[in-house]
């Protein structure tokens, strides 16, 4: 049987938008086995949060975009890629803005981001 993953350790990133050009700021944390990958928007009045699930695909026109009642976050595609290189089952992303920073342009420097924080086992 295979055991689901997540982060040891919370890991921040920033960067800017690549569609808006906003700047992002990012938290990576650790979430308990089943919770899946959950984006959270913390710039709104109050947080919500995002499954990452394709029942909450929304527009994908320009890039990868989650929605839940009316709320985006997009360019999601570079960072859910490293998480499933890596394996990464759960994980709480708190975000500041619509969209994902966009860092290299690829995935690259999310998997060197994720795996600065290390990856955990879990039961």
């Keep these: 049987m295979l055991k689901q993953r997540t982060l040891k350790t919370v890991i921040r990133a920033s960067g800017v938008g690549l569609h808006g050009g906003v700047k992002v700021n990012m938290s990576l944390r650790p979430a308990a086995?089943?919770?899946?990958?959950?984006f959270r928007?913390?710039?709104?009045p109050e947080p919500?949060?995002?499954?990452?699930?394709?029942?909450m695909v929304g527009d994908t026109r320009m890039c990868s975009c989650l929605e839940?009642?009316?709320v985006k976050v997009g360019t999601i595609e570079h960072l859910m890629s490293a998480c499933a290189g890596l394996g990464l089952d759960n994980l709480l992303i708190d975000?500041?803005?619509d969209e994902v920073p966009i860092?290299?342009?690829a995935a690259a420097r999310f998997v060197f981001l994720l795996q600065s924080a290390g990856i955990e086992v879990q039961d």
Excluded: E, Y
């Design 103 to 105: 860092l290299d342009g």
């Design 33 to 38: 086995p089943d919770t899946g990958i959950v």
């Design 48 to 55: 919500l949060d995002i499954p990452a699930a394709a029942f």
């Design 95 to 97: 975000i500041d803005a």
């Design 68 to 70: 839940k009642d009316g």
């Design 41 to 44: 928007r913390v710039d709104l």
